[in-house]
């Protein structure tokens, strides 16, 4: 139904910053979608970053990433962003976007419908 799309990754020095971007497209009106970032290294499972609620008045962020991290949404351009500061190496993984919550918990990736392709971000030391 609706196609996510992840931009935005790169390689950064460590305590450096980045902005993912995740545009939507089709499906139903994008304000209707919760959308929630996850993100997996190599050879562990994909895990919980944050997620957004449908206006953008509600967020909700992994501890790992709290006070670091900020998710928002922009819905007339239809597009969540994850602004990422004081990265750290572990922060290494491939980014994805997700929307459409439909089972519980939300922080699950179990959770979740539909997934962008992933944006690859690489911090060093």
């Known amino acids: 139904q609706v196609q996510l799309v992840e931009s935005g990754g790169g390689l950064v020095q460590a305590g450096g910053s980045l902005r993912l971007s995740c545009a939507a497209s089709?499906?139903?009106?994008?304000?209707?979608?919760?959308v929630a970032w996850f993100r997996q290294a190599p050879g562990k499972e994909r895990e919980f970053v944050a997620y957004?609620?449908?206006?953008?008045?509600?967020?909700y962020y992994a501890d790992s990433v709290k006070g670091r991290f900020t998710i928002s949404r922009d819905n007339a351009r239809n597009t969540v962003y994850l602004q990422m500061n004081s990265l750290k190496p572990e922060d290494t993984a491939v980014y994805y976007c997700a929307a459409d919550p439909t089972r519980y918990p939300i922080t699950s990736v179990r959770a979740y419908d539909y997934w962008g392709q992933g944006t690859q971000v690489t911090v060093s030391s």
């Open positions: 089709g499906g139903r009106t994008f304000s209707t979608y919760t």
């Open positions: 957004i609620s449908r206006s953008g008045s509600g967020t």
